[in-house]
Structures are given as structure tokens and as C-alpha cells.
């Protein structure tokens, strides 16, 4: 029933390992974000894909690395953690040509790097 | 670039209190306005929109309006309650764009006292 769901929910790791977050939509959309939110809250966009094809790339290290396997999926893939690597990461969806614009998030990923 | 503000919180309210959370944009042509709200450890929701200058947004007894001519989109509600204790978000997005990203405000954290 989750319309946007992400796993692992919680995630707690030690700095330089790799470490990925999965992301699935049900909600027919074609384009899905990643965001990440820091220790204060605030909400960064980092990547975007519509229709599987990267149209955001914010200023984001290479260690990240998005990839789209087909529109309802969006996954994060974290290499050499870092300490400042610790947030919440918010994966959104929505369709382009339809709706106000409006994203549909899912319920975060905490990640710790410790 | 486009850009939103919020104001500092935390804002502290008793309950039946009457609240405002002001918010100002800077932005390109005729943005979509959007509050979310995150409650503690939740994702974020979609409180209320507005597409266009003029429109009200409303929703649980929460409104906005969008005023062009002062670029703003404050968000106010009569009488909180203590369920309402979250971080608020206001957000803009062309949402015709190809890219259609959320561009948040710092979020203002709410704590409704009995």
C-alpha cells in the first residue's frame, strides 16, 4: 500500500564502507528525487531521474552514485562513507506533465557513520 | 537563483493559540507554493498548495495565500493543537519545468503546550 517506500529505514555504519538505500514508488510516476535533510533539518535536492534518465545532478561528491533501474526505482549508493555522510535521505517522487508539481515522499533513511 | 525563507523557530506556542509562520520566495515567473509538515520521525507531507497569485491553499484547518505582489506565502491557523507539533516546511516549484525539483525553506519547527 506504501506509496513511496525506502529501505533500509535505519542504517548505521562505519566511516569507508559502501552502503546503499533502495527506493520504490507504486504511484505511476516518472520522475523520483533523492533529498537529503541534515542535523538542522534542511532539505538539499541531490539527484533526479525522469524516466530513468539523470536530469538533476546537484553538487554532490562522486562517492554518491544514483541509479535508475526503470522509473518506479531510484536507488543511492554510498561509497567511502564520511562522517558528514550522517542524515536523513528522502527519496520523492512525482509525474512531470501531471499534478501541480507537488512531490510524494517516502518516510526517510537514517543513515549514522560512525 | 530561486530561493525561500522561513522564520527562525522554534515557535512555541499553548494550545488554542492562533499561529503564523511567515515565508517569502524569491523566484522566476509563477512558481507553485507548497507547505509540508514533517512530524517527529515521519517524512514529509503535503499540508496545502497554490498554483497562482491569489489562490488560497487550505487543509486541517491550516490556510495560505498567495501574494504575489509581496512574494509570500504565510501559513496560519486559528487555534492549534498539540497534535500539530511538527516542522513546517514552505517550498516552490515550477512545476512545468523539466526539472519540477522542491526548493525548501530551513523548515520551522512548531511545539503546541497544553
Known amino acids: 500500500d506504501t506509496a513511496v517506500s525506502q529501505t533500509p529505514k535505519y542504517l548505521v555504519t562505519q566511516m569507508g564502507n559502501d552502503k546503499s538505500i533502495k527506493c520504490e514508488q507504486n504511484?505511476?510516476?516518472?520522475?523520483m528525487y533523492w533529498y537529503k535533510q541534515d542535523s538542522k533539518k534542511f532539505l538539499k535536492i541531490m539527484f533526479s531521474?525522469?524516466?530513468?534518465?539523470?536530469?538533476i545532478n546537484e553538487t554532490v561528491p562522486n562517492r554518491f552514485s544514483p541509479k535508475s533501474p526503470d522509473k518506479a526505482h531510484l536507488n543511492l549508493h554510498i561509497n567511502s562513507l564520511e562522517l558528514g555522510d550522517s542524515a536523513v535521505y528522502f527519496c520523492?517522487?512525482?509525474?512531470?506533465?501531471?499534478?501541480?508539481?507537488?512531490?510524494?515522499f517516502g518516510e526517510g533513511s537514517r543513515l549514522t557513520v560512525l | 537563483g530561486d530561493s525561500v525563507t522561513q522564520m527562525e523557530g522554534p515557535v512555541t506556542l499553548s494550545e488554542e493559540a492562533f499561529l503564523t509562520i511567515n515565508c517569502t520566495y524569491t523566484?522566476?515567473?509563477?512558481?507553485?507554493l507548497f507547505w509540508y509538515v514533517q512530524y517527529p520521525g515521519e517524512g514529509l507531507q503535503l499540508l496545502l498548495k497554490?498554483?497562482?497569485?491569489?489562490d488560497k491553499g487550505s487543509n486541517k484547518g491550516f490556510e495560505a495565500t498567495y501574494r504575489k505582489e509581496t512574494t509570500s506565502f504565510h501559513l496560519e491557523k486559528g487555534s492549534v493543537q498539540v497534535s500539530d507539533s511538527a516542522v513546517y516546511f514552505c517550498?516552490?516549484?515550477?512545476?512545468?519545468?523539466?526539472?519540477?525539483?522542491?526548493?525548501f525553506g530551513q523548515g520551522t519547527t512548531l511545539q503546541v503546550k497544553p
Open positions: 520523492a517522487s512525482r509525474h512531470r506533465d501531471r499534478g501541480t508539481g507537488e512531490l510524494f
Open positions: 497554490a498554483t497562482k497569485a491569489d
Open positions: 523566484a522566476t515567473g509563477y512558481p507553485s
Open positions: 517550498a516552490l516549484s515550477h512545476g512545468s519545468s523539466n526539472t519540477g525539483k522542491l526548493i
Open positions: 504511484l505511476g510516476h516518472d520522475t
Open positions: 531521474y525522469n524516466n530513468k534518465e539523470l536530469i
